[in-house]
């Protein structure tokens, strides 16, 4: 799986996104906590669920139908002032939906051995997408060794990356329009 670093990278960054130029920082922290989760179904292996059913890791909680059970409760809690199904309604659900399902969508990305049961609880079928390209993040009680660094440099590559480019384009061309002289007076030949 990704590590959870990058599921709340993904999670502010796509809050963000959703909701420029003004994006609040609740919102922000909101989706944080909504891209990390699904990765809560840790708590089914503890119970003794085994790994590939519903309630184990990867199962009902990376589903689709989950992402649009907790995004509609998350909405109705954030925006209680909000007429139901009106546009900002809608935005807000839908963003919210949108970020628990990447978690989903992330860990279809990796090399781990455990796909992601993304129609449960209609289909059990566990799915990967044919291009894997982040490694297994090691469990809490591993994180701190090499290979943790190998994957997360990885997942700094792959997700971190090109999503901040993406997310902050406007504040990284501003800072670049801030430090580089202006160019008017310099002539071409």
Same mark, same amino acid.
């Given at each position: ?24 920082? *609740? ?8 891209? +990390? ?32 059970? +907790?995004?509609?409760?998350?909405t109705k ?9 009106? *546009? ?27 796909? +992601? ?8 079928? *566990? ?28 997942? +700094?590559t792959f ?31």
């Amino acid at each position: 799986m990704p590590s959870s670093f990058t599921h709340a990278f993904v999670g502010g960054a796509l809050g963000k996104v959703c909701f420029e130029p003004k994006t609040s920082r *609740r919102i922000i922290l909101i989706t944080i906590f909504l891209g +990390v989760m699904p990765d809560f179904d840790v708590v089914g292996n503890w119970l003794g669920a085994g790994p590939n059913s519903m309630l184990g890791h990867r199962g009902i909680t990376h589903s689709l139908f989950f992402a649009a059970i +907790v995004g509609a409760i998350a909405t109705k809690v954030v925006a209680r002032e909000l007429p139901r199904f009106s *546009r900002r309604w809608w935005r807000l659900y839908l963003t919210f939906s949108f970020v628990i399902a990447s978690h989903a969508f992330l860990d279809m990305f990796n090399y781990g051995n455990l796909g +992601v049961a993304l129609f449960a609880p209609f289909d059990d079928t *566990r799915y990967f997408f044919p291009i894997r390209l982040i490694v297994d993040a090691p469990r809490v009680e591993y994180f701190i060794q090499w290979r943790t660094l190998y994957a997360l440099a990885f997942e +700094v590559t792959f997700v971190w990356t090109p999503l901040a480019l993406y997310t902050w384009r406007g504040e990284i061309f501003g800072w670049f329009a801030d430090v580089l002289p202006e160019t008017d007076s310099v002539q071409y030949s």
